[in-house]
């Protein structure tokens, strides 16, 4: 073969290559990549619509559910932005009975949260006004408590409603929302694995590891109707890791058998909690949150095994003002 056939051939060849090539790479589709940023601005303000089922279960189920509507409020501060809520609404219960006035009361307490100051980059800062969710409370307590039950329930509330309990459910709430998302760059569809430590219900001190996948599982509308992308649903679970749970469990047990009177021992438990968020992309402000919890475990005592079990969901609809 002559040079310049053999330099036309492999010229020809290459061309094939590079063509072949390129169109590989354009059936490749590109990573639906979503940044996820803060940009909250103040004189936002929306109506909550929010509600809570709570699911209790040890040979007989307990239930209590409860809804809120409320509106949130942006401003400016300082250190960033200061979020605070106000005009709470709660349906009365179905019925009357002593039991349901008490679920009432503690799903309107669970609603109530002070002022959050989050920076321009969306993390939480710290909370302020206390003591205005201390006098809502009370003012809650003297309406639907009789004056010895609500004396005995203010000093309940005393030890229990502390400013770093409040601090800490405010913060967990914020970040479940905005915090943990801000400036995070995901692409569509990837599983992204973490790890965590929590702790546990139902072992009192127990602390685990928390196996999380986060993802953004679509784009979506903002809106009730499935038409549009303008949003994106991020779901996130988190179980806790098997082995630490078998080793907690053993040393649980341990615990329970030595301890005069009781002869409780736990064979299995497990544990799921799961966000699924609607939010904008570019400034995190949520359209609908959805969270659950749910614990279950067996249990043997004197020689009767019961599965033992606990859930909860809440939900959140944000209707933004024009």
Not at 111 to 131: H, L, N, S, Y
Request: with cysteine; proline share 4%.
């Amino acid at each position: 073969m002559s040079g310049s056939r053999f330099t036309r051939t492999m010229g020809a060849l290459l061309w094939c290559v590079l063509l072949t090539a390129g169109a590989s790479a354009q059936e490749v589709p590109q990573a639906d990549t979503v940044h996820l940023r803060f940009a909250w601005t103040a004189g936002t303000d929306a109506q909550i619509e929010t509600t809570r089922l709570h699911v209790q279960s040890s040979g007989t189920t307990d239930s209590t559910s409860g809804s809120a509507q409320y509106r949130m409020h942006v401003a400016s501060h300082p250190e960033g932005l200061i979020v605070s809520f106000d005009e709470f609404v709660f349906p009365p219960p179905d019925d009357t009975t002593d039991v349901a006035q008490l679920n009432s009361l503690a799903s309107q307490a669970a609603a109530m949260v002070p002022k959050v100051v989050v920076d321009t980059a969306g993390q939480f800062v710290r909370i302020e006004d206390v003591a205005s969710v201390r006098a809502r409370l009370d003012t809650l307590m003297t309406e639907m408590l009789e004056p010895e039950e609500a004396a005995a329930a203010r000093e309940t509330l005393a030890t229990i409603v502390t400013e770093d309990a409040l601090a800490g459910i405010a913060a967990q709430e914020w970040n479940v929302i905005v915090g943990q998302w801000a400036g995070q760059d995901l692409v569509v569809g990837t599983e992204y694995a973490f790890e965590e430590q929590a702790s546990l219900p139902m072992m009192p001190g127990a602390v685990v590891t928390m196996i999380s996948t986060l993802s953004i599982a679509r784009r979506t509308s903002c809106g009730e109707s499935d038409r549009g992308d303008d949003c994106v649903e991020i779901r996130l679970v988190s179980r806790p890791d098997p082995e630490e749970v078998a080793q907690l469990l053993t040393e649980f047990t341990e615990q329970l058998l030595a301890t005069p009177g009781l002869g409780i021992a736990f064979e299995s438990f497990e544990m799921t909690n799961e966000v699924v968020l609607v939010t904008e992309p570019s400034t995190l402000r949520p359209h609908h949150v959805r969270t659950s919890k749910s614990t279950k475990g067996v249990v043997s005592a004197e020689g009767e095994r019961g599965e033992v079990s606990r859930s909860e969901v809440r939900t959140f609809r944000y209707t933004y003002a024009q």
